[in-house]
């Protein structure tokens, strides 16, 4: 995908305090990209279409459509349009790490805010659970350009604190979603691979599609620390003094192991799952939103 890589830049991006303005920003960035890349075919401006298929009455076609695009499109009935999706944003104490100019949860929110953004326009429903131990805020899923509000000032007020368990979150918004839907976990998942992976197979028992997105700060996946450093627990204030480099192919190793465990079983549980880092460019999430949304129609 050729999209400008200033306009999706989360450094660049940093700048802008408005959640609203920085959303709309990755979106039409990502768009305009989108139109310029081999997968121009993703129907970001007819949402409410789809493609026309033998069957189909010839009365529901768009003929406006027809005349602009040369594609037989229907309009979709109420029930095939409305996607209903649940963000889940890890807002633990553990997401305030930050070895770059953003943290991994300012990463999070505005790559939540910019997919509820993307969402609603698609005239899909967008919800939002921030949690740590357990969930702290559930907003359901709603389609309406107005909830979007909602959904962003939470955002914009969100402070990082309390441990991490995110399986407890996961089996409680299973529990709650009663039709079939989307849910994307956006998490350091900083916890135990197990207990992460049986609450996403609590989600596909039941018939949803998962997305699960990553995100991780460039100095956890390398420890490349330049000299002696204190480490303190962000989640439990435990501290402890040493020399990164002795370390370094010992942690690298774990993290790797931990890394293919969790893609593993993603994999498995037919989940999606995608690695970020806190300086890669928010389009690369989105596509994964729309490629997931495409399988959905």
Not at 22 to 50: D, N, Q, W
Not at 95 to 123: C, D, H, N, P
Request: glycine residues 4%.
């Amino acid at each position: 995908m050729t999209a400008n890589t200033d306009i999706l830049s989360p450094q660049s991006l940093a700048r802008i305090s408005n959640l609203q303005l920085l959303a709309r920003r990755v979106v039409e960035g990502f768009i305009t990209g989108l139109h310029k890349s081999p997968y121009h075919g993703f129907s970001v401006e007819f949402a409410e279409h789809r493609a026309y298929m033998p069957g189909d009455p010839i009365k529901h076609i768009d003929w406006k459509v027809w005349a602009r695009t040369d594609r037989y499109v229907i309009k979709r009935f109420q029930e095939e349009t409305n996607l209903k999706s649940y963000i889940l944003l890890d807002c633990s104490a553990s997401m305030a790490f930050s070895s770059q100019s953003i943290t991994k949860l300012q990463y999070g929110v505005a790559l939540s805010a910019a997919l509820a953004y993307l969402m609603i326009e698609q005239r899909d429903a967008a919800g939002l659970v921030l949690f740590d131990e357990k969930p702290q805020k559930v907003l359901p899923p709603r389609s309406v350009r107005s909830y979007l509000n909602l959904i962003l000032k939470e955002l914009q007020s969100l402070k990082p604190s309390g441990k991490t368990r995110i399986a407890e979150t996961l089996h409680n918004v299973a529990d709650r979603m009663k039709r079939r839907g989307l849910v994307i976990l956006i998490s350091d998942l900083l916890d135990e691979p197990d207990e992460i992976l049986s609450g996403i197979k609590h989600f596909r028992y039941d018939g949803h599609e998962v997305i699960v997105m990553q995100i991780l700060d460039p100095l956890e996946r390398t420890f490349a620390f330049k000299r002696d450093a204190r480490f303190r627990d962000m989640e439990t204030d435990e501290k402890m003094i040493s020399q990164p480099w002795h370390l370094q192919a010992a942690y690298k190793k774990v993290m790797q192991e931990y890394l293919d465990a969790i893609k593993a079983g993603c994999r498995e549980q037919n989940a999606d799952y995608t690695l970020f880092d806190t300086t890669q460019n928010y389009d690369l999430a989105l596509m994964e939103y729309l490629k997931k949304r495409e399988k959905l129609y």
